[in-house]
């Protein structure tokens, strides 16, 4: 999937305009500009469209998780992964969101997308894992729009 893609249905989700995009870049010690956001939320068959390098959204993902979760001082910074895959931006959301395996499988299935537990373990393992599993773009999709669904409308 897009890091454009993704950051787009982030947005979404956070309900965040492109100065709380900043901020949350920022906590991960990054910079840009709402100008700069405003590039990467273009559609990719738009005009202006420019591809948003893996970098940022590695520290947009570390961001999020200082920003919902706090920040250690106690603990390394998060590692800024210059390749950023599905199973890489699950994990991270996973934490940012604070999802244990059996919320991510009920995400799922809200969204009429069967999986198992095992399924999303694997997918949560080392790529160098004999069980490791990739998590696919239409996986992600579903999750993405599973996690805006539960964000937006929360179970009481």
């Known amino acids: 999937m897009l890091s454009n893609d993704i950051l787009r249905s982030l ?3 956070l309900k965040a305009n492109n100065n ?3 901020r949350i ?3 991960s010690d990054m910079e840009s500009t709402s100008a700069g956001f405003d590039t990467w939320m273009t559609k990719e ?3 202006g469209f420019v591809r948003c390098p893996d970098i940022i959204l590695s520290g947009f993902l570390n961001g999020l ?3 919902k ?3 250690d001082p106690a603990a390394p910074e998060l590692a800024l992964e210059r390749r950023v895959n599905n199973n ?3 994990k991270k959301l996973r934490i940012a969101f604070s999802l244990k395996t059996d919320d991510i499988v009920a995400i799922m299935t809200e969204q009429k997308y069967r999986v198992s537990v095992p399924e999303v373990t694997a997918m949560m393992r080392a790529p ?3 069980n490791y599993r990739e998590c696919g773009d239409q996986f992600l999709r579903n999750f993405l729009r599973g996690l805006t669904h539960r964000v937006h409308h929360p179970k009481v």
Do not use: Q
Request: proline content about 0%; glycine content about 4%; charged content about 40%.
């Open 11 to 13: 947005r979404y989700t």
């Open 69 to 71: 979760r706090g920040k």
């Open 88 to 90: 890489t931006v699950l």
């Open 128 to 130: 160098d894992h004999k």
């Open 45 to 47: 068959d738009e005009e």
């Open 65 to 67: 998780i200082y920003d």
């Open 20 to 22: 709380d995009m900043v």
């Open 25 to 27: 870049l920022a906590l």
